[in-house]
């Protein structure tokens, strides 16, 4: 029998790499839209023959349950959120209602729905914020920096409250940075490799930034959606992080960025206060040892090929147009 998935998010960088996915082991794949965003349907548009679009949205239950109700989803995968940490300083409500309160109207709409769904929950390595143990791994407490970090800390609770009080199988991924060519523009990652790439064209002659020291744990979004997939293949529910427990600097990213097009990136970045977060995270590096022992989780892209093909991805968009 053919399996159902749901994912909400569909459109993003995520989104699209598990709609992929689940679309070559031959699943039925549904996307949940919302009709007052601005469609961006670039990550999307060759699989639009593939998919089943429900309108909808996070805060409106009614339009969950009925979306739950059309897809009728083995899997339902939670992806959508205000997803830029920035973002949620100046809208830290519609960031607490959209990436907290949200997860709990798609629980309750598959509670009451497909109860016997599985439920995937995007949780993230934000919650962690100001780290009292390097590295973090499942049990690590969390000590958010941000609105997005509060907001995702409710969102992965809830989840685990409502597999503990209704037995559903929902589990959260807690999920490290992670990046791709389809990753926003807004984001960091996407912001280096885009500007060295216009700089290499002679479209732009600087690259503003904030903390250079600032250290994440980058890994590929193709690999990390493969993750998520295998949390719902495991006979109990459980919560996992995923990353790949090395750590790179900003600066880092930009000299393997500006290097791979034949680029000093000393002569074209500058540090801009106005990029530096009012509560900055300064290291984050996860300990995936449970996900690589129990879900048999590989990781396939490592940092400089992800920065290098990243850089090529823009740089071909760039010289298409």
């Known amino acids: 029998m053919t399996k159902r998935a749901l994912i909400t998010g569909i ?7 598990l709609a992929e996915l689940l679309l070559s082991k031959g699943y039925k794949v549904f996307g949940l839209r919302r009709r007052t965003s601005v469609p961006i349907l670039e990550n999307i548009e060759h699989l639009m023959n593939d998919i089943e679009f429900i309108d909808g949205d996070l805060l409106d ?3 969950l349950i009925n979306a739950v109700r059309i897809s009728n989803p083995d899997e339902v995968y939670n992806l959508a959120a205000q997803s830029f940490v920035a973002t949620s300083w100046i809208q830290p409500v519609a960031t607490g209602q959209a990436t907290g309160i949200g997860v709990t109207n798609m629980l309750e709409a598959v509670r009451l729905t497909k109860p016997d769904a599985r439920f995937y929950q995007a949780s993230s390595s934000e919650m962690f914020g100001k780290v009292v143990e390097t590295p973090q791994k499942e049990t690590t407490p969390f000590y958010p920096r941000s609105p997005y970090g509060v907001a995702k800390v409710y969102g992965h609770w809830i989840t685990v409250n409502y ?8 589990c959260s991924g807690i999920l490290f940075n992670h990046e791709s060519p389809r990753r926003g ?11 060295v790439a216009r700089i290499k064209l002679g479209l732009q002659n600087e690259l503003r930034l904030g903390n250079l020291d600032a250290k994440r744990d980058w890994g590929f979004a193709g690999d990390y959606v493969k993750a998520m997939w295998l949390m719902l293949q495991q006979d109990k529910a459980d919560d996992f992080v995923i990353s790949t427990g090395e750590t790179h600097t ?30 900055e995270v300064e290291l984050l590096l996860g300990d995936c040892s449970k996900a690589k022992e129990e879900l048999g989780w590989e990781l396939e892209v490592g940092f400089e090929q992800l920065v290098k093909m990243m850089v090529d991805s823009d740089l071909a968009k760039l010289k298409s147009k």
């Open 163 to 170: 597999r503990e009080s209704y037995d559903m199988y929902a």
């Open 250 to 279: 900003i600066e880092e990213l930009v000299e393997i960025a500006f290097s791979h097009v034949g680029l000093n990136w000393r002569d074209y970045v500058v540090v801009d206060q106005k990029f530096v977060r009012p509560a």
């Open 11 to 17: 459109t993003g960088q995520d989104g699209s790499y």
């Open 61 to 63: 239950m009614g339009s």
């Open 185 to 195: 523009i807004e984001f960091v990652t996407r912001k280096v490799t885009d500007a």
